[in-house]
């Protein structure tokens, strides 16, 4: 499950299950080649409260390196959906993967 800061972003309540107004993945296509990207929905009442911060590394565990640096957001940061996406085509690399960390300002 989410974290109530999670929940507090997303504008969903800790108190109901709802898994559609979570965080998704899918392939975005940008001039022909293929990216991982991922879309989550934001209360735009909750950033004055809530930072968030999409990033991605090509492993995961104890070893996987987190990062923000390949990341492009491709929708205003106004919209009640975000989307990002990497910089990384899909076809350049063996794995990938996305997430959103989510803290109290």
Request: aromatic residues 8%.
């Amino acid at each position: 499950g989410a974290t109530a800061i999670e929940e507090f972003l997303y504008g969903t309540s800790d108190l109901i299950a709802d898994v559609t107004q979570h965080p998704s993945g899918s392939i975005l296509t940008d001039s022909g080649l293929a990216y991982l990207s991922i879309s989550f929905p934001v209360d735009p009442q909750a950033l004055p409260y809530a930072n968030y911060n999409v990033e991605r590394s090509d492993t995961l565990g104890s070893l996987a390196i987190w990062t923000s640096n390949q990341i492009l957001h491709v929708t205003d940061p106004s919209a009640s959906i975000l989307r990002a996406r990497s910089t990384i085509p899909i076809q350049d690399q063996i794995r990938e993967f996305l997430r959103i960390t989510v803290s109290s300002r």
